[in-house]
């Protein structure tokens, strides 16, 4: 893939207005949409980045997650709003929906590609939980215990 600034930044501001359509959606308290455009955006950036480096799909998604995870924790810190408001739409650009596609089209055309589909859209969508799942565990073992 070259690497072409203009390129990134259309996909990267693509990205932002996808999370904030998503937020709408969803309907997000519109104090949040922003922030949690940001935190796609961003976290898109990072996946694109990764990608240029030339690791595979996992790591970017795995590299990409353990950053939207982290800025959506502090964001929930510093806003004092849910978690959840952050990283469920700044996931959203990461999530393997091409490969989802991929694999279902070639089980309904009982492809011999199934298989290697299925391991795609199995080790990125298990790159995005364990980032999820680790920067979670990190930020619970660090807050003060409540009274």
């Not at 070259?2 to 259309?10: A, D, G, P, R």
């Not at 990764?50 to 990409?64: F, K, P, T």
């Not at 790159?127 to 799942?133: C, D, H, R, Y």
């Not at 979670?136 to 073992?141: A, E, G, I, Q, R």
Request: one cysteine or more; charged letters at 15%; proline letters at 4%.
């Amino acid at each position: 893939m070259l690497f072409c600034e203009e390129c990134m930044i259309f996909k990267i501001i693509g990205a932002f207005i996808a999370v904030v359509a998503f937020c709408i959606m969803i309907e997000l308290p519109k104090k949040y949409m922003v922030q949690a455009g940001l935190t796609g955006m961003i976290g898109w950036g990072v996946y694109l980045l990764v990608d240029i480096i030339g690791h595979r799909v996992e790591i970017d998604a795995l590299i990409s997650a353990l950053c939207i995870a982290t800025m959506s924790h502090i964001l929930a810190r510093v806003l004092k709003a849910p978690v959840s408001n952050f990283l469920i739409p700044g996931i959203l650009p990461i999530v393997p929906g091409g490969s989802i596609y991929r694999c279902a089209y070639a089980f309904i055309n009982e492809s011999s590609y199934l298989s290697t589909y299925m391991n795609e859209t199995l080790k990125i969508a298990g790159s995005i939980a364990l980032a999820i799942f680790f920067v979670d565990s990190v930020f619970k073992l660090h807050m003060p215990k409540r009274k």
